[in-house]
């Protein structure tokens, strides 16, 4: 090579020998992917034993919030309620709960009925979602101690609307999903229309529009969804005998048409839907309920799909203007408004006013906590006409910590004896 000359990119690789095949014809191969499956078996199991400290982590937690909710502070309690349903909404904790049920309870309880409208609000937000993860067999109790403590927090007038608007909020969703006694669902029902009276209208016919008609309107609001969605739980012929024996009757309902307050409104078309659908049968022409809803009713809906007035804020117009086309498109067609939604890897479909109610106070009630729950608890999934959930494989016994480190140390040892031995082979056929 002349002097100064240098070496190409790729000369030092002429001096190589070539490749042969022969060289590899003594060499086992069938274990070739050894070392590759270990690292997949690895990291499997490094992911399940990250999955299985990040949930023993969170555990953990709930426990040292569920302390907190013995503060001396009133603060300090709320805010535990608060991150205690936070929890709840992110994972599915009924088995650790198993021995937390009566002082949950009892903490929910006392908070209801001592709190203040912090910690009152939290409780009563919280305790839906608590009774659907303590499991079925701790609701029955849960229910016959939290229900009478939601009642009388619902009606305490020294209690801020905030608070009573959630207390009633709660009290239909846990009444609708978890109370049998059909005594006690009516006299929640007769609760909430002694609450939603005050939206009558008077006796010479006027609107209310006096302070409290107007500063309660979400209170009343939530009073009649919540005896509308009671109303919807009980069969056709409870729910005739219901309208026809105590109020509201619907000339009650139609009076809460010209309510003052938008919610009040829209809450009462939903529930006139809903009373309609439950009593109206489908082979049935002409009934006294349907012609009382043509005299009463069907004029105020129309109205109400038109207004226009400027008074109202643009939205709340918009969305009144919304509601109430689909109701009378129902009263007039008979059609409801198709919605589907997808929940988690699931899809409910509401194809009834009753259905969009339940729905709606779900979402409203549980949020993310909807998505965690419906895989595992039968009677959400029946509450949303889902089919049970696919049968799960037994979970495996829970190790400590220590437990999986000696076992994962083992199978080390094990894939190293294994790698050495294969290793071995190929270094004793390569010295052929």
């Known amino acids: 090579m002349p002097k100064g000359k240098k070496k190409g990119k790729y000369e030092h690789r002429r001096t190589e020998l070539p490749y042969s095949s022969d060289e590899d014809a003594g060499i086992d191969l069938t274990n070739d992917n050894f070392s590759e499956t270990s690292c997949q078996s690895d990291l499997k199991s490094n992911n399940d034993d990250t999955e299985s400290e990040l949930q023993e982590k969170f555990e953990e937690k709930v426990l040292e919030t ?23 909404q992110r994972r599915y904790l009924t088995p650790m709960l198993t021995g937390q049920r009566l002082t949950l309870a009892d903490h929910v ?34 229910m016959s101690v939290v229900r009478p403590a939601l009642l009388a927090a619902a009606m305490d007038k020294t209690a801020s609307l905030e608070s009573r608007t959630e207390c009633c909020s709660a009290l239909a969703i846990l009444c609708y999903l978890l109370e049998e006694d059909l005594t006690e669902v009516i006299e929640v029902m007769k609760t909430f229309e002694s609450i939603f009276s005050g939206s009558y209208l008077k006796g ?5 529009v006096s302070g409290a008609a107007v500063e309660e309107g ?45 919610e009040v409104r829209m809450a009462a078309g939903g529930a006139i839907a809903i009373a309609h659908e439950l009593i109206t049968e489908p082979d049935e022409e002409v009934s006294s309920w349907s012609v009382t809803a043509e005299e009463l009713v069907v004029p105020r809906l129309e109205e109400l799909a038109r207004d226009s007035h400027k008074y109202h804020a643009k939205r709340d117009r918009k969305v009144q203007r919304a509601t109430f086309r689909d109701i ?6 008979g059609e409801v408004p ?5 929940v988690g890897g699931e899809s409910v ?60 140390n083992a199978a080390c040892k094990a894939r190293t004896v294994a ?14």
């Not at 569920?66 to 936070?86: F, G």
């Open 66 to 88: 569920i302390d907190a909710l013995s503060a001396r502070s009133n603060a300090a309690r709320a805010a535990a309620l608060v991150a205690l349903r936070s929890a709840f």
């Open 218 to 262: 979400a209170f009343h609001a939530a009073a009649v969804d919540g005896w509308a969605l009671l109303l919807a739980a009980c069969t056709p012929e409870r729910a005739r005998q219901l309208l026809q024996q105590q109020e509201p009757s619907l000339a009650r309902l139609a009076d809460l048409l010209h309510a003052h307050a938008i």
């Open 109 to 142: 309880t006392r908070a209801l009925r001592r709190g203040k409208d912090g910690e009152r609000r939290a409780a009563a937000s919280l305790a839906p979602i608590l009774a659907l993860q303590i499991g079925e067999e701790g609701t029955e109790e849960f």
């Open 338 to 342: 198709g919605l589907r939604v997808r």
């Open 204 to 208: 010479d016919g006027s609107v209310k």
């Open 328 to 333: 009378i498109k129902y009263f007039e067609e």
């Open 349 to 408: 479909s509401c194809g009834s006013w009753s259905s969009r109610a339940l729905y709606g106070a779900l979402a409203a009630s549980l949020g993310a906590g909807l998505t965690a729950l419906l895989p595992h608890v039968a009677l959400l999934r029946a509450a949303l006409s889902l089919p049970p959930a696919a049968t799960r494989l037994v979970p495996q016994q829970h190790l400590t910590k220590t437990q999986r480190h000696l076992q994962n």
């Open 419 to 432: 790698r050495n031995k294969n290793r071995d082979k190929r270094s004793a056929a390569l010295a052929l």
